[in-house]
T-cell receptor, first 113, second 117 residues
């Protein structure tokens, strides 16, 4: 079973639309959760951390549901510049206390004029 | 400028060549990672180093050999690669997770695009 599962999409939405991505993780002991954005042929960059209480950054809202082991990202009022691949990331510690970062497959978003 | 620098940015090598990828981070992190990203595939974790000690080797073939001389530098030595090893190789670094610590996100270098011919 994969550590992190995401719907790969693609999601094609018109400008101004609201779009939501979900992601599930398998390790209930996972501690940290993030959404990253990756543009074509570029490295992933942190979009936002995800906290149990939920957090918002402008048009972006991230939520974590530990009981169901899923993470969500909501983008409101989509812009053309939002077109990218969105990666769900989960951090778990192994028995030795070492960090492991696990990435989902990414969800491809295209915002259409 | 992400604070994580990878060199070279592009590399073309023959199957009998030996080359090395270099990663350097200036963020004071104590965990470093190598990832492989093939076309239309998700990021694959290859190696993890915590405080210079390797803690993860995800069944990576021995033709890939990592080296971490200190917490700021990470190398990936390549030899006798195959064409299917052509991919984007990404280095990342982060703080180690500790209870109560929130700034554990990873920062990536720009990657080395490797082509094996």
């Amino acid at each position: 079973r994969k550590e992190v599962e995401q719907d790969p999409g693609p999601f094609n939405v018109p400008e101004g639309a609201t779009v939501a991505f979900n992601c599930t993780y398998s390790n209930s002991a996972s501690q940290s959760f993030f959404w990253y954005r990756q543009d074509c042929r570029k490295e992933p960059k942190l979009l936002m951390s995800v906290y149990s209480s939920g957090n918002e950054d402008g048009r972006f809202t991230a939520q974590l549901n530990r009981a169901s082991q899923y993470i969500s990202l909501l983008i409101r009022d989509s812009k053309l510049s939002d077109s990218a691949t969105y990666l769900c990331v989960v951090t778990s510690n192994d028995r030795a206390g070492a960090n492991n970062l696990f990435f989902g497959t990414g969800t491809r978003l295209t915002v259409i004029p | 400028e992400t604070g994580v620098t990878q060199t070279p940015r592009h590399l073309v090598m023959g199957m009998t060549n030996k080359k090395s990828l270099k990663c350097e981070q200036h963020l004071g992190h104590n965990a470093m990672y190598w990832y492989k990203q093939s076309a239309k595939k998700p990021l694959e974790l290859m190696f993890v180093y915590n405080f210079k000690e390797q803690t993860e080797n995800n069944s990576v073939p021995s033709r890939f050999s990592p080296e971490c001389p200190n917490s700021s530098h990470l190398f990936l030595h390549l030899h006798t690669l195959q064409p299917e090893d052509s991919a984007l190789y990404l280095c990342a670094s982060s703080h180690l997770y500790r209870p109560g610590q929130t700034n554990t996100e990873a920062f990536f270098g720009q990657g080395t695009r490797l082509t094996v011919v």
